[in-house]
């Protein structure tokens, strides 16, 4: 018999059909007269389909009755219109195979609610769940609007490497990867010898692919590359994760301002996607999670973002009559309270504040004309804060060189990122976007832990 999904099977257009179902059971409840109700569901979607068993199956007091959260089974039967409330289906089973049980003593989905943080313990389980399911159907779509909105517009998907020896950000956040026995020399008190190493070099685990798309940006004008990047950085908060998804775009010939519309060109268009495709899902986090999303979302689709420099957005702060953790000041980042009272409070909406001053930025920014500040910007969205980030990039190969001094780098390690600017240089432009907190604001979850699938954070590894 030809299997169906429950998504298509909740579709009215499904009636009178005699299709196979298959998934996981949610729920099962006895009725008096003889027969059993089953939530089942498949994950392509966060309703379940409804499975109507009767005494007359076979395996109806064998097994029927023993069926508990958890269990996966294959059901066969015609689809049938349902008087149940908020379902316009259900399937009349002719024959149900269960595929696997679950001990309902042991299996830890079996109580209905648990915390996100005890979810967390069981990373391989929460997939099952209302909430995570819904997330990874967001995050996919997020994904997928991501590419579509690049190659629409003829942008050429670059892998750059995960390992690399050289640090983007210059903030010495990196993972080592070696496979020098570290525990043998520290036995014998000898320092590493990289030379020895496998790459013969230190090597790491990059923390963006930026350097690298700009080498092809500079060859083939519009790249984009989208993957995992990582970070060393001791944070414990609910915005940072160790390994995250990054999207960086990098364009040869765009300035500040075209960075600013494509940047928030792509933020609608994921929005606009999310809202049409997983409409569903957006009413579940507006319900459960954060009743404010369904509305910021639509709200932040339809409206311009606000564009403030540094320098106004730091007299906006100083003028604010606020009482903050950390006073404003001129030269000092934006803290997340500073972040939150300029889209929360004075903007009310998604604001890109560019022109940092140059001390607080990576050495590739441009730098101003006034030599105090660099091209620099940041998106700002309200509760989560900074989703992404980015600049034109310095092609003068003098200042590039300048700035590297300043910031501690050694220029002869970044030779071919400079052979860029000694070879046909030109203004160009990017930015990178945290797949994470883009998914995080979408939905609503506080935690960025519980919308990556195995989140990996100071002291956490385990799946
Ligand atoms: O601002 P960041 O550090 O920018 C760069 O890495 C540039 N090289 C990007 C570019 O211009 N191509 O990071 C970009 C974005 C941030 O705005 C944030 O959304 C996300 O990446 N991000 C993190 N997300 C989760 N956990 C972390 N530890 C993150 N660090 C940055
Ligand atoms: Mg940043």
Redesign the pocket.
């Known amino acids: 018999m030809q299997r169906i999904l429950v998504r298509d099977a909740r579709n009215a257009a499904a009636i009178g059909q005699q299709r196979r179902i298959s998934g996981w059971v949610r729920t099962r409840r006895d009725s008096k007269g003889g027969f059993s109700f089953i939530e089942l569901n498949d994950g392509t979607s966060l309703a379940n389909l409804q499975i109507v068993a009767d005494a007359s199956l076979t395996n109806y007091e064998s097994e029927i009755k023993r069926l508990a959260p958890g269990c996966s089974l294959s059901a066969e039967g015609e689809i049938k219109s349902s008087g149940g409330k908020g379902q316009a289906t259900e399937l009349h089973a002719s024959r149900i195979v269960v595929h696997g049980w679950a001990d309902p003593e042991t299996y830890p989905l079996q109580k209905k609610h648990h915390s996100f943080e005890k979810l967390r313990e069981w990373a391989h389980l929460r997939p099952r769940t209302n909430t995570l399911g819904a997330v990874a159907r967001v995050r996919n779509c997020a994904s997928r609007s991501i590419h579509n909105y690049f190659q629409e517009q003829d942008f050429l998907y670059v892998h750059t490497p995960i390992i690399t020896a050289s640090d983007?950000?210059g903030a010495g956040e990196m993972f080592k990867v070696t496979t020098l026995d570290l525990e043998a020399l520290a036995k014998q008190s000898r320092p590493p010898d990289y030379a020895l190493d496998f790459f013969e070099r230190p090597a790491f685990l990059t923390?963006?692919?930026?350097l690298e798309?700009e080498t092809y940006a500079t060859a083939l004008g519009r790249v984009y590359t989208f993957g995992p990047?990582f970070?060393a950085?001791n944070?414990n908060t609910s915005?940072?994760?160790?390994e995250?998804w990054?999207v960086?775009p990098?364009v040869a010939f765009n300035e500040l301002p075209e960075n600013m519309e494509l940047a928030e060109g792509l933020i609608k268009r994921i929005f606009r996607d999310v809202l049409d495709r997983c409409g569903e899902d957006i009413a579940f986090f507006n319900e459960r999670i954060d009743n404010t999303v369904l509305a910021t979302l639509t709200g932040i689709v339809e409206s311009p973002f606000e564009r403030i420099t540094y320098t106004d957005a730091m007299a906006l702060l100083e003028s604010s009559g606020r009482k903050f953790d950390y006073q404003p000041s001129w030269g000092q980042d934006l803290q997340a309270e500073h972040e939150r009272y300029l889209t929360e409070e004075a903007i009310k909406r998604p604001v890109i504040v560019y022109d940092y001053p140059r001390g607080i930025k990576?050495f590739y920014m441009r730098v101003n004309e006034d030599g105090r500040t660099v091209r620099a910007m940041?998106?700002l969205v309200p509760k989560v804060g900074?989703?992404?980030?980015?600049?034109q990039r310095e092609e003068r190969l003098d200042v590039l060189t300048q700035r590297m001094g300043e910031q501690g780098l050694n220029p002869d390690a970044y030779w071919w990122y400079l052979d860029l600017r000694r070879f046909g240089t030109v203004p160009h432009a990017?930015?990178?976007?945290?797949l994470?907190?883009?998914v995080q604001f979408m939905t609503g979850m506080a935690n960025?832990r519980d919308v990556i699938p195995f989140p990996r954070t100071p002291g956490n590894a385990e799946f």
């Open positions: 983007c950000e923390v963006s692919g930026q798309a990047t970070r950085e944070s915005r940072h994760l160790a995250f990054m960086e990098e990576p940041d998106v900074e989703i992404i980030g980015g600049s990017g930015f990178g976007l945290g994470e907190r883009v960025i």
